[in-house]
Nanobody, 122 residues
Framework: VQLQASGGGLVQTGDSLRLSCAAS????????VGWFRQAPGEVREFVAA????????DYAASVKGRFTISRDNAKNTVYLQMNSLKPEDTALYYC????????????????WGQGTLVTVSS
């Protein structure tokens, strides 16, 4: 499975961005996908996850109510809609996938994308 994350950029506080994670190489509908982020000098942290069923989702407390994860199996893509962005959301965002549901545990994920940078200015 190959993952391609995109959609990052430089925005201001309060703006929105939508990240995309496009997958190829394996039946996408059977993959659980997670988004993680890592700010400079910080450890990687969980952001959001979605299961094979789009009804299974989980969010970090810091983004709940502002971010929404969704999937479009017809396009082999998972999205992360990010609203009301804050400077503390600044990080390199990675998507990851596995043939199950990984939830918050990044060590369970088998496939990783290259990351897309989100920078939120104050």
């Amino acid at each position: 499975v190959q993952l391609q994350a995109s959609g990052g950029g430089l925005v201001q506080t309060g703006d929105s961005l939508r990240l995309s994670c496009a997958a190829s190489g394996r039946s996408f509908s059977r993959l659980g996908v997670g988004w993680f982020r890592q700010a400079p000098g910080e450890v990687r942290e969980f952001v959001a996850a979605i299961g094979v069923s789009a009804y299974t989702t989980d969010y970090a407390a810091s983004v709940k109510g502002r971010f929404t994860i969704s999937r479009d199996n017809a396009k082999n893509t998972v999205y992360l809609q990010m609203n009301s962005l804050k400077p503390e959301d600044t990080a390199l965002y990675y998507c990851a996938a596995l043939a199950a549901y990984g939830g918050r545990r990044f060590d369970l994920y088998d496939y990783w994308g290259q990351g897309t940078l989100v920078t939120v200015s104050s």
